[in-house]
């Protein structure tokens, strides 16, 4: 088993729809939890941030940790042709920043 | 957040020859950098960890000698490619934490590299 689950997708939506993304990981010992949005040919920009559970809200960007299920997950609302990205997840124990990543969703919105 | 620089963005090179890719932290110190590898469509593959003042740590089965690091001062780290082969064609992209014991890294812009 990987230590992070992410399906790749792709996931297409109309613009304005809300777009639902989650990651699975098997390690508890994670508490520091990311997403990144990196869009082609492009280093991926750090989107959000959450330390241990919990949820975090940016605009139009919430992101939800459940330790006690391992699952997070990141949720846009209004969806924009401009969030047409990959997104990642990534996470760490804390210590090294020594991030373990997701496979990358790939990420359309349709105008 | 933090901003590291990345150059070059994209590098067309012919078999046999070296590329350097150079990566700076602009706004902060990094004692301590990170260089990854990626193919398209996957995720990032961690390379090696680069440390100010001394050797890189690398991952297994990433050859020391065909990817040379040097991390010079605290804002610069370098990654050499060496006699590149069409097999090393790839996306490349360095990052550095903060230091602030966040987690959080931040990302160069990467380099394509296209071996002929």
């Known amino acids: 088993q990987k230590e992070v689950e992410q399906d790749p997708g792709p996931l297409s939506v109309p613009e304005g729809a809300i777009v639902s993304l989650n990651c699975t990981y098997s390690n508890s010992a994670f508490q520091y939890f990311m997403w990144y949005r990196q869009y082609s040919r492009k280093g991926p920009e750090l989107l959000m941030y959450?330390?241990?559970?919990g949820n975090k809200e940016d605009g139009r960007f919430t992101a939800q940790v459940d330790k006690s299920s391992k699952y997070i997950s990141l949720f846009i609302r209004d969806s924009q042709p401009s969030d047409s990205a990959t997104y990642l997840c990534a996470m760490s124990g804390g210590g090294n920043n020594r991030l373990a990543f997701g496979k990358g969703n790939q990420v359309v919105v349709i105008p | 957040g933090a901003v590291v620089s990345q150059h070059p963005s994209r590098v067309i090179c012919k078999s046999g020859t070296s590329v350097k890719i150079e990566c700076r932290s602009l706004?902060?110190?990094?004692?301590?950098m990170f260089w990854y590898r990626q193919f398209p469509k996957q995720s990032l593959m961690l390379m090696a960890t680069?440390?100010?003042?001394?050797?890189?740590?690398?991952e297994q089965g990433v050859e020391k000698d065909k990817f040379l690091i040097n991390h010079a001062s605290l804002t610069l780290s370098t990654l050499t490619v060496t006699s590149a082969h069409p097999e090393d064609s790839s996306f490349y992209i360095c990052s550095a934490p903060t230091g602030t014991g966040d987690e959080k890294l931040f990302f160069g812009s990467g380099t394509q590299l296209s071996v002929l």
């Open positions: 706004d902060f110190q990094a004692t301590t």
């Open positions: 959450t330390y241990s559970s």
């Open positions: 680069s440390n100010e003042g001394s050797k890189a740590t690398y």
